[in-house]
Nanobody
Framework: QVQLVESGGGLVQPGGSLRLSCAASGFTLDYYAIGWFRQAPGKEREGVSCISSSDGSSYLVDSVKGRFTISGDNAKNTVYLQMNNLKPEDTAVYYC?????????????????????WGQGTQVTVSS
């Protein structure tokens, strides 16, 4: 009964902010890596960010560095993606996913095949 639930998406104007949440149940985030992925209309799913409780590592792709921040609250079993200065090209369905491999770290762009459990996605639309 592992479950991941994303929330916090919505419609914002360019330059606006959103905070996405990924709430985990059926397991704790200890020793898991949590990745954020997004899929824009007509595009393939791409990794955006990840964070690991096992070694404290985290990663952001270049296109979102300086604008997005990933963080975790282990007491709430939740990972957040704070998105500031949003751009139209950030429009996508955002998914969180869990890598159950023991000792996983986040040193590079998260890859879809590395992740075992997925949320249902939350829509982020950035438009005037």
């Amino acid at each position: 009964q592992v479950q991941l639930v994303e929330s916090g998406g919505g419609l914002v104007q360019p330059g606006g902010s959103l905070r996405l949440s990924c709430a985990a149940s059926g397991f704790t985030l200890d020793y898991y890596a949590i990745g954020w992925f997004r899929q824009a209309p007509g595009k393939e799913r791409e990794g955006v960010s990840c964070i690991s409780s096992s070694d404290g590592s985290s990663y952001l792709v270049d296109s979102v560095k300086g604008r997005f921040t990933i963080s975790g609250d282990n007491a709430k079993n939740t990972v957040y993606l704070q998105m500031n200065n949003l751009k139209p090209e950030d429009t996508a369905v955002y998914y969180c996913a869990a890598d159950a491999a023991y000792g996983s770290s986040c040193l590079d762009r998260p890859l879809e095949y590395e992740y075992d459990y997925w949320g249902q996605g939350t829509q982020v639309t950035v438009s005037s």
